[in-house]
């Protein structure tokens, strides 16, 4: 049995931590995002091992705090809030609040210039592209791109300031076409190969 399949096997059978907060009413909030969940922490740590145990982490402090969840609110941004928490107890590093000067000489040389991005790449050319760029542009991109979280949500979630998001999120778009555009030069490279290849 996977760490996924525990998440929803374990829960029924726990007591409920408040009187109001019932196994039944957590499955019903919480469960139908578990998916959305987990690609977005295995995309995060390319790791699907690791990933699941985050997401059961993630679950677990969720079901233990779950009497503080005020029903109505956004279950699913609560829930990648808590996500993001335990993966930056885990991985500090990849939460450093302030891009070093280093990195951001090396973006501002980078993304001076955006090539253009091919109608031909497929999603797995989009996502491969997406983990070449540094964790905390790929991480903005992710929330914002693929699970279409607000600017202000996506502050709240990694606790920054929603200047800080956008700045993150422009970049991240930007490092995500060049490297496009490089692969897009690649297969412009095997085509012409290829061309040549049937002229002779």
Known sequence: MTGLQTIRRVFPIRPAVDAGATAQEFEAAALPHLNDLFRTATR???NPTEAEDIVQETYLVAWKSFDRFEPGT????????IMFNVVRHYRR????????????EVLEETVSYTPPVPEELTDQD??????????EFRVVVLLADVQEFSY????EILRVPMGTVMSRLSRGRQLLRIALGELARTYGLKKA???SSRQA
């Open 152 to 155: 202000k949500e996506i502050a």
């Open 193 to 195: 190969f290829s061309d």
């Open 126 to 135: 989009v996502l491969a592209a997406l983990d070449g760029i540094p964790p």
């Open 93 to 104: 590093r990849w939460f450093d609040r302030s891009v070093t000067r280093e990195t951001a």
């Open 44 to 46: 995060l740590l390319r």
């Open 74 to 81: 956004d279950c699913r941004a609560w829930l990648f809030t």
